[in-house]
């Protein structure tokens, strides 16, 4: 162990020890919450956000992450006040909570608004730490909140006083760090956070990338598709595209170069299948949950809709990354590494089953979705812990309480992780969308794009994916999407188009924003992994990704496919994924040995596809539908000539 190490060891040995005694006591509180909702989740926000920062701090203390730049006791020291602060806060909020709300709501104290003033400020070094343009953002947003009257023109307004803004932020639970958005994080996405952890606690995760892998095994073009099937298991429970990168990506583009397929090609395969992570139900992005709040729906009611996009999404990049094997010769088959064991089924079936459950639970049986997710997680985690108890019994060498309580340790790990950073992400958006909605912003962008478009529902549609383009630039998906529906969807609304298709079309713009250049983090991970050029792995991934780009303008041309499930919904998913397969042929595949001849036919497909995607009159669109199938036909046939010619010669 090197010197370092051992400076650091007493450090790491009190922040890893005080992050599973805050971790787990914050995983029985919510645990407490999800069954009896006690105090109703204003009450569960004002306590338990502090607690989530007390446990961001202790993570990065515990992983040198917390200010590296300084030493050991310095860190001990700053994350000692931090929690010192935070346990204040949270049990002042805890105590006072009835009078906050109600005896001093809007004359608050100066002890109050010093500790709301104080988890600000926490909120906003959290954001500084992990997502500084967006920390830029806010900070902007709050100094235009108070010296608006300095701003020419139409932004111009009288400016608000710091007291106002400390109040706007912190302790009114309408805005601020206690509002709404953590409130989210903390209820409806925590519950589902349960399953994710336990599934991959439990290696369901590793075992459904050894299942894709094992079918890659069988035949060269299977192996691209891995990277697709490893993504649609991995993002039915992810709602995330870089966290599905570095998962799938690290086993999948190594496996794609080795067999033949160029680096930058491997890089992109994988980030357009990542990017889904944000688009699969049941557990999607945190922006599908953001929309069910918008909308004031239930969560199922967004899953319900979101299977035909996030369908034909993955159709649309499992057939490009078909045409861009066959189109540089194919790849060869990579020998297997790993085989299947039972434990893996076990573990695939859990996968399966949780996927179903959720399903059948929200849909057949109408539970809410927060209940069907904790039933869900009760029935397999106690499935999983048995099998794990038994597997571990019947392994002398392995036998023990430390082997059998590994799971647990890692789950409570993952859940009050990945939970109290969503939730301080969405505490910062707060912040955000206060400054934005006190200083009357959105209706002013409003008025410019209504203005600009001149009330032409295209213009104003192609200004808006300008708009959360630029912000995607910058911002992660949360955010964008945030902005894109206070600031955009309202007016796009009242210009006539129906509520689900605007905030899909939100919802798509914020995905997009994963991808977009030049800050995509799915991309700079996956060209990482690959060892190539990120700007050559950003084009190619969004050439695979056409069919967001179709989704994006289906929501309006085709708006049955979100507007409510059921027969209409699947004509209307039939016909745009028809046009997404038109477009994907148009843009990756060859018809003609002659250049002049290929590119025409590319462009009459391309057509073809465009008239089954905007045309009104339904008919027409579907018999668009013929010549895209005929010439799919010739180009199959083609390529079964040049591999017959192939094989012979």
Not at 131 to 159: D, E, Q, S, W
Not at 184 to 200: D, K
Not at 537 to 549: M, P, Y
Request: aromatic share 12%.
């Amino acid at each position: 162990m090197s010197d370092h190490s051992e400076t650091r060891s007493p450090v790491f040995a009190i922040a890893e020890a005080g992050f599973f005694i805050v971790a787990f006591g914050f995983f029985v509180y919510l645990i407490q919450y999800y069954t009896t909702t006690f105090g109703g989740p204003t009450l569960l926000a004002f306590t338990m956000v502090p607690v989530t920062f007390i446990i961001f701090t202790l993570d990065s203390l515990r992983r040198n992450d917390f200010y590296p730049k300084l030493g050991p006791g310095l860190n001990l020291a700053i994350a000692a006040v931090y929690v010192g602060i935070c346990a204040v806060v949270s049990v002042y909020m805890y105590v006072e909570f009835e009078e906050l709300g109600t005896v001093r709501a809007g004359f608050w104290d100066p002890l109050d608004m010093v500790l709301g003033g104080l988890m600000v400020a926490l909120v906003m070094e959290y954001a500084r730490k992990r997502y500084f343009v967006l920390f830029v953002l806010n900070i902007i947003l709050i100094l235009y909140a108070v010296y608006g009257f300095v701003v020419p023109g139409m932004f111009y307004h009288p400016g608000l006083d710091w007291t106002r803004v400390l109040t706007m932020t912190s302790l009114e639970d309408t805005t601020g760090v206690f509002s709404d958005l953590p409130q989210l994080a903390l209820t409806l996405i925590g519950s589902f956070v349960l399953v994710l952890a336990t599934l991959r606690s439990f290696g369901c995760i590793d075992s459904i990338l050894r299942g894709s892998s094992q079918i890659a095994a069988k035949s060269p073009s299977a192996l691209p598709q891995t990277a697709v099937v490893g993504s649609f298991g991995v993002a039915a429970v992810s709602g995330s595209g870089a966290a599905n990168a570095v998962t799938t990506g690290s086993a999948t583009i190594p496996a794609l170069i080795k067999a033949g397929m160029a680096r930058p090609d491997a890089a992109a395969v994988e980030t357009a299948s990542s990017l889904g992570g944000q688009l699969m139900p049941p557990i999607m992005g945190i922006s599908a949950f953001l929309m069910a709040d918008f909308l004031d729906r239930s969560y199922f009611d967004v899953v319900a809709r979101g299977y035909a996009p996030a369908l034909i999404y993955f159709a649309g990049v499992s057939l490009g990354v078909y045409l861009i094997s066959a189109r540089h010769g194919g790849v060869k088959t990579v020998p297997m590494i790993e085989t299947m064991a039972l434990p893996d089924w076990i573990n695939v079936g859990a996968f399966v089953a949780v996927v179903g459950g959720l399903i059948v639970l929200m849909a057949a049986f109408h539970l809410p979705p927060l209940f069907a997710a904790l039933y869900i997680f009760v029935a397999i985690a106690s499935a999983l812990f048995l099998r794990h108890v038994v597997s571990t019994l019947l392994a002398p060498d392995r036998a023990g309480l430390r082997e059998i309580g590994k799971p647990l340790m890692r789950f409570v790990d993952n859940f009050a992780s990945m939970t109290a950073d969503l939730t301080l992400l969405l505490a910062t958006l707060s912040i955000l969308t206060a400054a934005l909605v006190n200083t009357g912003v959105p209706t002013k962008v409003g008025f410019i794009l209504v203005e600009a478009a001149s009330v032409n529902f295209a213009a104003m549609a192609i200004m808006a994916f300008f708009f959360g383009a630029l912000l995607g630039m910058g911002l992660p998906p949360a955010p964008t999407y945030i902005l894109t529906a206070l600031v955009i969807a309202p007016h796009m609304i009242q210009a006539g188009a129906h509520p689900w298709s605007v905030h899909f079309f939100a919802f798509f713009l914020a995905v997009w924003g994963e991808l977009t250049p030049p800050t995509s983090v799915v991309a700079a991970v996956t060209s990482k992994i690959a060892n190539t050029s990120f700007f050559k792995t950003l084009w190619r991934a969004i050439q695979l990704c056409v069919a967001l780009f179709v989704l994006m303008v289906a929501v309006f041309t085709r708006p049955g496919l979100v507007m409510e499930p059921g027969l209409t919904q699947v004509v209307m998913m039939a016909l745009v994924l028809t046009a997404t397969v038109g477009a994907t042929f148009s843009l990756q595949a060859r018809f003609s040995d002659n250049r002049s001849i290929d590119i025409g036919a590319r462009v009459i497909l391309g057509a073809f596809a465009m008239v089954i995607l905007f045309h009104p009159d339904l008919r027409i669109a579907t018999g668009a539908c013929a010549p895209v199938a005929l010439f799919i036909a010739y180009w199959l046939l083609r390529r079964r000539k040049i591999e017959m010619a192939g094989a012979a010669a």
